[in-house]
């Protein structure tokens, strides 16, 4: 029997898609761990996800195929992802440091489980260093955002796409800047995790609190 020959993706085209998908430190990850995560994509994302970009959309819709049909998807590197890889290799220390300061915030704002039935955020950690005027943060998170519409939804039953929408609305009314697949990601991000707990189930695209 003939071994069936694995599709190549380079590897530029593989970590926009990533980054597209809100993996944003896609670019720094290896070949062997971005080839895994390529070919996890079917648990990564929803079927019915839509990307701001034709192009990007397109390439998603073709690899959940290929990948249905059980071909293996391999990364091959490209002068593009070379010369990223580079690029990054060579940012400035300071750089450097504010993103670990950014990182280490970000972990600090993380779920905490008191019990099945209720969930506690802790406060994240204000950045120190000057944020780009340009950036417009709102008083709640998304996360915190994404918590407070399921726990307040009074529904027995709520679609997946009514939270996103909620919650981006809850992030835009705080001082929020608006960002429909920032909104889209974060919420479906919390909702997984709360899927792992054992605090929600989700079927069909409706969600539901146990």
Not at 176 to 195: D, H, L, P, Q
Request: hydrophobic share 35%; with cysteine; glycine share 4%.
């Amino acid at each position: 029997m003939v071994k069936e020959k694995p599709v190549m993706l380079l590897r530029s085209k593989a970590i926009n898609l990533f980054k597209v998908l809100g993996y944003k430190v896609a670019g720094k990850w290896d070949d062997e761990k971005l080839c895994k995560k390529i070919n996890q994509l079917p648990e990564l994302v929803d079927p019915d996800v839509e990307l701001d970009d034709p192009a990007m959309q397109d390439l998603l819709i073709s690899l959940l195929g290929g990948l249905q049909d059980g071909k293996v998807i391999e990364i091959q590197v490209d002068k593009a992802a070379k010369e990223e890889a580079s690029a990054e290799t060579k940012v400035p220390l300071k750089e450097k440091t504010k993103t670990k300061l950014k990182s280490k915030s970000v972990k600090k704002s993380k779920i905490k489980v008191v019990n099945k039935t209720k969930i506690e955020i802790e406060k994240p950690v204000k950045e120190k260093e000057d944020k780009p005027k340009h950036r417009k943060r709102g008083k709640v998170d998304r996360i915190t955002a994404a918590l407070h519409v399921i726990e307040d939804s009074k529904e027995e039953k709520i679609a997946v796409s009514t939270l996103i929408e909620r919650a981006g609305k809850l992030y835009d009314k705080n001082g929020g800047k608006t960002n429909k697949r920032e909104a889209s990601v974060t919420t479906k991000e919390v909702i997984k995790t709360m899927k792992v707990l054992e605090m929600v189930v989700i079927e069909n695209g409706f969600l539901t609190k146990i």
